[in-house]
């Protein structure tokens, strides 16, 4: 594909300079030049749409409050182009989004609160931790699952990647995932323990 620019640029090289042959190739050319630009109008509208529910993290709490006095604007806005009739067909999902955004956005703010003055979670090294010295598996490596009810041991341990795999269809464990399920406990309170 090529642009406006492009053709300019092309009829300039050929030397091209009478008027009338000039508009044949633009005319000839036009739709493709504007097939073009509505797929380049269509990507840009597109990628506006993907990033509008995007969030970042790693913010500050009052990055965070700001950010929903914002949503809360786009969500006043968009029920009220809903009641006026201005975007029928895509209006709820736009809404919906905004909707699930805010919910995100109050959910880094109160994780962010739980974690104020206290250290950062070590996840890599809680990962890192030996699984061997949470669950004690037999001689071929493998224990009952901790995750379905079963008569033959189908968890096995991978000690290159420190992970413990069901065989019978669970799938792949770290180990935060099995000192959670073996002590009962939540994300935050297995990886500080794990990563002392």
């Not at 269509?42 to 529910?53: D, H, I, S």
């Not at 001689?139 to 008569?151: D, F, Q, S, V």
Request: with cysteine; aromatic share 10%; glycine share 6%.
């Amino acid at each position: 594909m090529y642009t406006h620019k492009t053709l300019q640029e092309g009829i300039e090289r050929l030397g091209i300079t009478d008027p009338n042959e000039i508009a044949s190739i633009v005319v000839s050319n036009y739709r493709n030049l504007m097939h073009l630009e509505k797929v380049k109008e269509r990507e840009e509208r597109e990628a506006l749409w993907k990033n509008r529910f995007n969030i970042p993290y790693g913010l500050k709490k009052k990055e965070y409050e700001e950010m929903l006095k914002d949503i809360q604007k786009d969500i006043d806005e968009t029920k009220d182009n809903i009641r006026h009739g201005k975007t029928v067909i895509w209006g709820k999902d736009e809404l919906n989004g905004y909707i699930d955004k805010k919910k995100k956005v109050k959910n880094y703010i109160k994780f962010s609160t739980k974690l104020k003055g206290k250290e950062p979670l070590n996840i890599p090294k809680a990962k890192a931790f030996p699984i061997e010295q949470i669950l004690e598996f037999n001689r071929a490596g493998k224990i009952k699952c901790l995750w379905h009810e079963e008569n033959s041991p189908s968890l096995s341990w991978d000690k290159k990647r420190n992970k413990a795999h069901c065989f019978a269809g669970c799938g792949d464990f770290d180990s935060i995932d099995i000192f959670m399920k073996k002590n009962n406990t939540d994300f935050i309170s297995a990886v500080k323990h794990l990563s002392k």
